[in-house]
């Protein structure tokens, strides 16, 4: 079984922490199929330190997410300590993660995120940090490298290990790719075999047999499930109980993607009121649908729905009309 630091995971499927998307109510769901650790999106630092309230509201943990790792962001060593230190003492998250992966300008332009891939040296003396100031295990998020000129995946996370960092993941892929191309699962198996602490690896597990194969190819502990579980968390049962005893369960129905659709609407309502949540849930609820018959349709409406209860009827009548097979067949 995988652990990191004090923490054991009941399975090595992770949830990764998808900026705008993994909050508490679609953790909640992630947990309820089985996911063995889930990830809250990034926050950061200099929103903690000053106490921002949508900051702070991000930083809010349902007991029922437990095992969560709570990742935190920011540039300079003052700020990350001061945030971790404040996540360590005032929140239930029980890992504390640092992103080193994402690429968007906004981030790696104030020195964060994946800007740190240049530097062993600096995620050395960050991490070392971090760990220093906190009691709980901290872990990093990284790519593979800024880009194919500048792959130092190998001695970033030998500088994690060394700064007393718990575990690594892993996504196969440069910051200039974006979210575009091929991951490489090979720079993990390499990384696999260069630290002692734990690798998860991450990038294009779309399918059980992916995450099957990512870990029997790379040798990793744990496999991350980013995009692939979008509407879908499913792919995070179906992958857990896969591994388990090489069964492959069942795609979901159209009714049953609904239903936990219409479920996850209700979390969201809780968490962040009607309002909010309607504008939110547009998103998710188009990744519910689709590549489902009649989809295409579907996301159309549910994209211009200003109303809860006219969000609700949609996908209740949808379901209904694909139990009885009255949806128009048609791509989606």
């Known amino acids: 079984m995988l652990k990191i630091g004090p923490v054991e995971l009941k ?3 992770i949830l990764a922490p998808m900026a705008g998307v993994c909050n508490s109510a679609f953790r909640l ?4 199929f089985g996911a063995g650790l889930v990830c809250a999106e990034m926050v950061a630092d200099r929103g903690i330190i000053h106490h921002n309230k949508r900051t702070m509201n991000m930083l809010y943990i349902d007991d029922r997410e437990k095992p969560l790792s709570l990742q935190i962001f920011g540039g300079s060593r003052e700020t990350l300590v001061e945030a971790a230190k404040y996540v360590d003492k005032n929140t239930n998250a029980d890992i504390i993660d640092i992103n080193m992966g994402c690429p968007v300008p906004k981030v790696t332009k104030c020195d964060a995120g994946s800007k740190w891939l240049l530097d062993p040296d600096k995620i050395y003396e960050m991490v070392a940090a971090v760990v220093d100031a906190v009691d709980k295990p901290v872990t990093v998020k990284m790519r593979k490298g800024w880009d194919d000129d500048h792959i130092f995946a190998i001695r970033n996370a030998q500088a994690v290990e060394r ?4 575990a690594v993941a892993l996504h196969g892929r440069t910051r200039v790719q974006m979210y575009e191309g091929n991951a490489d699962w090979d720079i993990i198996r390499q990384v696999k075999e260069s630290v002692g602490i734990p690798v998860i690896g991450n990038g ?3 399918t059980p047999q992916d995450a099957k194969r990512m870990l029997e190819t790379t040798g990793a502990d744990g496999v991350m499930i980013g995009r692939g579980a979008l509407g879908n968390p499913w792919m995070l049962y179906r992958t857990v109980k896969y591994l388990e005893n ?6 979901p129905t159209a009714k049953e993607k609904v239903d936990v ?3 996850h609407f209700d979390q969201l309502i809780k968490l962040k009121g ?3 949540a309607v504008f939110e849930m547009r998103k998710h609820a188009a990744w519910y649908v689709k590549g489902l018959r009649g989809g ?3 996301r159309k409406k549910i994209n211009i729905c200003e109303d809860a209860g006219q969000l609700r009827e949609l996908l209740k009548d949808y379901a209904r009309a694909s139990e009885q097979d009255l949806v128009p067949a048609g791509q989606s």
């Open 11 to 13: 399975n090595r499927v």
């Open 29 to 32: 769901i992630a947990k309820r």
């Open 163 to 166: 700064a007393g960092g718990q």
């Open 204 to 206: 294009d597990v779309r």
């Open 246 to 251: 090489g069964v492959l369960c069942p795609e």
């Open 261 to 263: 659709c219409l479920f």
């Open 274 to 276: 009607e309002h909010l």
């Open 296 to 298: 295409n349709e579907i």
